[in-house]
């Protein structure tokens, strides 16, 4: 199923009616963009670079505080090499669910009604463009605004949904309520819902693991272990199926012994390679920040993460993943060759022995396929 991205009707003109020619080339963070004027809202703005725009949305509840930040990128041309953090939004959007007849009047008038896949409290809405729609079957009657049929939207498959922002004070109402359930301990859980980035909390979808206790999930064999980290209850996660072990560790200050023992489990290890030393040392962070990373409960460096593996190498390890690398701290690059160096040092080749990569920070990974 295709991710559904959640937008606000600020965005409606820019995503739908996007035109920018992006042009096939690496953009670097550190251009400067072009602000493109706005005349009537207030609490957004839109940035415009050469191969994306960043479109920052200020909370209407709390305008000292940023609501999103999207990266809407011309669906004709590859994703950015570089970009910064925010939910990339492909652009124009090709199918919508609606959810008040005001964004529907507003789409209508920017000529792109056509991309009107699903509305609620379609008795409300009088455009004959979305009646005749409703009759023809080119749009779908989701329900009720404040009670959507969950079924009908997922069926759509649609690119994003358009809420009222009066609904639950700028909550998603039902579309959390998918049934889709959200694995955690419980501090973790109690440490979500008190963060106020969740506008909409957890209720249903919560459900409980238990440190080192395995877990069966349909075909997965789960163990979730602590980790040194200065966050609410830090935990990495082993994961087995069909034979292979998965193990994800990505923000720790020190490989613990708890945590060797699930490394050293691993077919495949995704495990955080955070800074360089000296780029972090030189860098503007403050003084306190430089030392909260550098502690036992901050986080690793390239250099650490290297040692460590050169030192614990398994002859089942096949894939190295390196990830939550810094912006400002590290570079993807950087981080693979201190890795690199560090296991020819013992002798273990890099792309013979056991592949390696270093995840970009704001750009998916590939998709990888295991026998």
Same mark, same amino acid.
């Given at each position: 199923?295709?991710? #559904?991205?959640?937008?606000?009707? !600020?965005?409606?003109?820019?995503?739908?009616? $996007?035109?920018?020619?992006?042009? =096939?080339?690496?953009? &670097?963070?550190?251009?400067?963009?072009?602000?493109?004027?706005?005349?009537?809202? =207030?609490?957004?703005?839109?940035? &415009?670079?050469?191969?994306?725009?960043?479109?920052?949305?200020?909370?209407?509840? =709390?305008?000292?505080?940023?609501?999103?930040?999207?990266?809407?990128?011309?669906?004709?041309?590859?994703?950015?090499?570089?970009?910064?953090?925010?939910?990339?939004?492909?652009?124009?959007?090709?199918?919508?669910?609606?959810?008040? $007849?005001?964004?529907?009047?507003?789409?209508?008038?920017?000529?792109?009604?056509?991309?009107?896949?699903?509305?609620?409290?379609?008795?409300?809405?009088?455009?004959? #463009?979305?009646?005749?729609?409703?009759?023809?079957?080119?749009?779908?009657?989701?329900?009720?605004?404040?009670?959507?049929?969950?079924?009908?939207?997922?069926?759509?498959?649609?690119?994003?949904?358009?809420?009222?922002?009066?609904?639950?004070?700028?909550?998603?109402?039902?579309?959390?309520?998918?049934?889709?359930?959200?694995?955690?301990?419980?501090?973790?859980?109690?440490?979500?819902?008190?963060? *106020?980035?969740?506008?909409?909390?957890?209720?249903?979808?919560?459900?409980?693991?238990?440190?080192?206790?395995?877990?069966?999930?349909? =075909?997965?064999?789960?163990?979730?272990?602590?980790?040194?980290?200065?966050?609410?209850?830090?935990?990495? *996660?082993?994961?087995?199926?069909?034979?292979? #072990?998965?193990?994800?560790?990505?923000?720790?200050?020190?490989?613990?012994?708890?945590?060797?023992?699930?490394?050293?489990?691993?077919? *495949?290890?995704?495990?955080?390679?955070?800074?360089?030393?000296? !780029?972090?040392?030189?860098?503007? *962070?403050?003084?306190?920040?430089?030392?909260?990373?550098?502690?036992?409960?901050?986080?690793? &460096?390239?250099?650490?993460?290297?040692?460590?593996?050169?030192?614990?190498?398994?002859?089942?390890?096949?894939?190295?993943?390196?990830?939550?690398?810094?912006?400002?701290?590290?570079?993807?690059?950087?981080?693979?060759?201190?890795?690199?160096?560090?296991?020819?040092?013992?002798?273990?080749?890099?792309?013979?022995? #056991?592949?390696?990569?270093?995840?970009?920070?704001?750009?998916? $990974?590939?998709?990888?396929?295991?026998?």
């Amino acid at each position: 199923m295709k991710k #559904v991205t959640l937008l606000f009707l !600020m965005l409606t003109l820019v995503l739908f009616l $996007s035109a920018c020619s992006g042009k =096939d080339k690496t953009v &670097s963070v550190f251009i400067s963009g072009d602000t493109i004027p706005l005349r009537y809202a =207030d609490n957004l703005t839109l940035v &415009s670079y050469p191969d994306y725009t960043i479109a920052t949305l200020r909370n209407p509840w =709390d305008t000292l505080k940023t609501l999103h930040t999207y990266i809407l990128v011309p669906a004709s041309q590859p994703l950015p090499a570089h970009m910064p953090e925010g939910t990339i939004v492909r652009t124009p959007l090709r199918k919508s669910v609606i959810y008040s $007849s005001v964004h529907c009047s507003l789409m209508d008038k920017l000529g792109a009604a056509g991309s009107i896949g699903g509305v609620c409290d379609l008795k409300y809405i009088k455009l004959p #463009v979305i009646q005749d729609g409703y009759r023809n079957g080119t749009v779908t009657d989701c329900g009720d605004g404040m009670n959507p049929d969950m079924e009908k939207i997922i069926d759509l498959h649609p690119d994003a949904i358009l809420l009222s922002p009066f609904e639950n004070s700028g909550g998603y109402g039902r579309v959390e309520k998918l049934n889709i359930p959200i694995y955690t301990t419980a501090r973790i859980h109690e440490g979500i819902n008190r963060s *106020y980035c969740m506008t909409e909390k957890l209720y249903s979808s919560v459900r409980y693991l238990e440190k080192q206790q395995p877990m069966q999930l349909e =075909d997965f064999h789960i163990e979730s272990f602590e980790v040194p980290h200065d966050g609410t209850d830090n935990v990495g *996660y082993c994961i087995e199926i069909d034979g292979k #072990v998965f193990a994800f560790l990505t923000d720790l200050g020190e490989i613990t012994p708890t945590a060797a023992e699930y490394i050293r489990k691993a077919n *495949y290890l995704i495990l955080e390679a955070n800074y360089d030393e000296e !780029m972090l040392r030189m860098g503007t *962070y403050p003084q306190y920040l430089k030392e909260r990373i550098t502690s036992r409960t901050g986080h690793m &460096s390239n250099i650490a993460t290297a040692e460590f593996l050169s030192e614990n190498m398994t002859e089942h390890l096949q894939y190295i993943w390196l990830c939550h690398l810094s912006k400002d701290n590290n570079h993807p690059e950087l981080a693979y060759k201190t890795v690199e160096w560090k296991l020819r040092e013992k002798g273990i080749i890099v792309g013979k022995d #056991v592949q390696l990569c270093a995840l970009k920070r704001t750009t998916p $990974s590939d998709l990888y396929e295991f026998e």
